[in-house]
């Protein structure tokens, strides 16, 4: 059974940075997509961004410029830089792993970001 667990979230300033971090367990992970979607109170999940097994990036365009999308393979994680925090990077982050083989996806429970003004 994939299981995918969050942490790194908190309360940080505007201009902040901070660092999230997935660990997964019961997929393989090496040949998986990895990446984070997050979603705000009232509103949609929306992608913040993804990595491939082969190492393509792609970045949502509400944080492109700002995060930075890594993962580490030996250990099974991927990771969100976030700079430059802004109030409106407020939402509850998702990590999510799919699997192109069997076509599913699984999804952590999350972890929350607040950022002040």
């Known amino acids: 059974q994939v299981q995918l667990v969050e942490s790194g979230g908190g309360l940080v300033q505007a201009g902040d940075s901070l660092r999230l971090s997935c660990v997964a367990s019961?997929?393989?992970?090496?040949?998986?997509?990895v990446g984070w979607y997050r979603q705000a109170p009232g509103g949609q999940r929306e992608l913040v961004a993804t990595?491939?097994?082969?190492?393509?990036?792609s970045y949502g365009a509400a944080v492109k410029g700002r995060v930075s999308i890594s993962r580490d393979n030996d250990r099974n994680t991927v990771a969100l830089q976030i700079n430059e925090a802004k109030p409106e990077d407020t939402a509850l982050y998702y990590c999510?792993?799919?699997?192109?083989?069997?076509?599913?996806?699984?999804w952590g429970r999350g972890t929350q970001v607040t950022v002040t003004a």
């Open positions: 999510y792993l799919f699997q192109r083989w069997s076509n599913d996806t699984f």
């Open positions: 019961g997929s393989k992970f090496d040949i998986s997509t």
């Open positions: 990595q491939t097994a082969g190492d393509i990036r």
